[in-house]
């Protein structure tokens, strides 16, 4: 059986999901922080360098930068910038000189001493406004030591002119920056990994989605290389691995094995009289009796273009001929309605052969199911046969030696009229019987009744077998059958009176019959018996072109041919006999007992 394949693409999908939103979010963490901070920072320094701003337009002259303020400027500068401080929420601030000089600081005892020129002093110097975070206990370059764990420097250079003057270097605590940048990588992380929780839940569920409908239409692709598209059985290839793979199951350890080859009755002839639509419904007809007919251990497939194979094991082979048996039953009830005409019967002819009984590997198997497939319908059809076991001959076939050969030949050409010839045989004996003829009269319209038909050898099959209405040509070939058989038993001993019978079993009472167009008593009595039991036979028989009568409308319709087609006396004791006496003959194809005479006397 076909299996669905792993879920490779969900999971390179899922897989590449997840990196995108990796690199996503990292990528998306630094780009917002790196602009947070910017735009953080610019802010600050923008409210610091208005801030200095005012001090240095308020507070600060061009002779403190030029000349050596007094001690009394010192302190008035320290508490300019200490009050600066407390109220900016400054750790510190410093001016220097551009050669690094200290001349004002919150911090009196810093005011005349050097600080490092540091790169950032550097780019001051140029005009440009140089802030940076600072380790956390870094003291300024001053020496000053500030109490927080990391601050953010400022270098913010006072101009003149175009020219630098000095530069005021401010610290603050970078804590709130800091944990504001940090607050918002998180929230960022946060957003982002739930969008893609969103994401990749809705994208699980879309691919899994995807993912079981491709697995699903995989199977369906894969179980389509195995299924016949009009029955949805197995088809061909498909039955011959599963028999191949239970043969092999079974190999070491020997258990039965069976299979039955269903082959459908002049299935050609219906698709080339009715199209192949008709050849579609018996197919699936067939196919659905089939199915019915066994659980769900059984295998069942198309095996050829009118041909099923059932394939059981165990505890199932036994029961496989009574199944096919069942299965013709159910054909028997059933109707093929393809137009306005006749109902058109469904036959099949069934071989049954068995592992390791008939052979030992597929190939024999089923070589052993097809020849015994060929001898049913070679006998008539609607048959079933065993490989390997011969079929019981009747009495009639096993002393009737060279008429009985020509029987047997007529219902192995004509597989729709299985038996036709002793039932006719048997019609007409009895109305014989009850006409009180003697009893070699009797025995020769039996013989008549059995080889009246003997002349359908020469019948081409498409013909004979055609399960439609027959052209004009084709009557005309038919009615030729009677002068064949007139020809093929003339030779036979004693056999004068008898050739009357079979060439002229078509004549009508009116005179409009074959081949001779004879009239009323012209027609002999050999002829004219066995011509109302062909009549009742033909009617109560399963024929291609349309299902058998039931007995009583049968005999409706012969007492309707009274007079024309048939003689009117015989269908008078024929009819009543039939309805009334204790062993009125059954038609060909029902048990004893299913039918009971509808007014039948004491």
Partial sequence: MPRAPRPVVLLIVFGLFLVVVGVTTTAQTILVSSHFSNAALNEIVGGDA??????????????????????????????ALASLVRNGNLSHIEVRLPDGRVVASDDGALVGTQAPITSDFSTALTGTIAPAILEAGMPSEAGTALPVASVLREYLPVTTDGTVRAIVGVWRDAEPVLRAMDDLRRQVIIVTLSGALVAGVFLFLVFRG????????????????RRDPLTSLLNHGALLTTVADRIEAVRNDPSPIGIALVDIDGFRLLNDTYGHQAGDTA??????????????????????????????????????????????????????????????????????????????????LVAAAAHTLAEAKASGGDAIR?????????????????????????????????RHSEDVARYATFLARHLELDDETIRTIRVAGLLHDVGKIGIPDDILRKPGKLTSDEYDVVKQHVALGDLIVRDLPNIEVIRTGVRHHHERWD?????????????????????????CCAMTTTRPYRKALDIDEALRRIEDAAGTQLDEALVAAFVG????????????????????PSGRVA
């Fill in 511 to 535: 005179g409009n019959g074959y081949l001779d167009a004879l009239r009323g008593d012209d027609i002999p009595p050999v002829a004219r018996i066995p011509a109302v039991g062909d009549a």
């Fill in 210 to 225: 995807a993912q079981t409908r491709i697995s699903r239409q995989t199977v369906e692709l894969v179980e389509a290389t």
């Fill in 50 to 79: 208005g801030t200095v701003r005012s001090f240095v337009n308020l507070n600060l002259s061009a002779a403190d930068l030029t000349e050596r303020p007094s001690s009394d400027r010192r302190k008035a500068l320290v508490t």
């Fill in 577 to 596: 006999n039939m309805r009334t006496a204790p062993d009125a003959p059954l038609p060909g194809t029902v048990e004893p007992g299913l039918w009971v």
């Fill in 283 to 364: 197919l699936c007809e067939v196919a659905r009796h089939l199915v019915g007919r066994f659980d769900d251990t059984a295998v069942i497939g198309r095996y050829g273009p009118d041909e099923f194979l059932v394939v059981v094991d165990g505890g199932g082979v036994p029961g496989l001929e009574p199944a096919m048996e069942a299965l013709q039953h159910a054909l028997a009830q059933a109707t093929l309605d393809v137009d306005s005409s006749e109902r058109l019967p469904i036959t099949v002819s069934a071989a049954i052969s068995v592992y390791p009984t008939d052979g030992e590997s597929v190939t024999d």
């Fill in 386 to 418: 065993v490989a390997g076991r011969l079929p019981v001959l009747s009495a009639d076939a096993r002393t009737f030696d060279v008429f009985q050969g020509l029987i047997f030949a007529v219902d192995t050409k004509d597989r729709y009229t299985k």
